[in-house]
């Protein structure tokens, strides 16, 4: 696992859905996900306050900047279990070449410590 290398991002993460109508266009949305009853969302928490968004869930977003593919395995079991050892929640999204990690905010440095460790 010498080869996560996590990167925490600057910045609080919040989790928020809209109605599947609502305009996402000019957000600096991270992520979308459409859902049969609303538009789920994650983007900075600062835009979700601005735009009268209910948040859900306040997280810190930790990249896994190793070059990984959508199907490879294992990879997501094994950093999940590091994080659940040490009771840490975790929402994972994979992109094309990265995994992301959403954590609660306050778990942050934890969660980044943890994953760290794991590489040893």
């Given amino acids: 696992m010498s080869y996560l ?4 991002h600057k910045g ?9 109508d609502t305009p996402i266009n000019g957000l600096n949305v991270v992520v979308s996900m459409r859902e049969p009853e609303d538009l789920t969302l994650v983007l900075p928490e600062q ?6 968004f209910d948040i859900h869930f306040r997280c810190s977003w930790i990249t896994l900047t190793v070059d990984s593919t959508l199907d490879s395995v294992g990879l ?3 950093f999940s279990r590091a994080l659940a050892n040490e009771s ?8 094309t070449h990265h995994d992301h990690i959403f954590v609660p905010k306050e778990k942050a440095i934890d969660a980044l ?5 794991i590489q040893s």
Avoid: R
């Fill in 5 to 8: 290398k996590p990167q925490l």
């Fill in 12 to 20: 609080t993460y919040v989790y928020t859905s809209v109605p599947l």
């Fill in 47 to 52: 835009e979700a306050l601005q735009n009268g």
């Fill in 76 to 78: 997501t079991a094994s």
């Fill in 88 to 95: 840490i929640a975790c929402n994972v999204i994979a992109g």
């Fill in 113 to 117: 410590q943890c994953l760290e460790k």
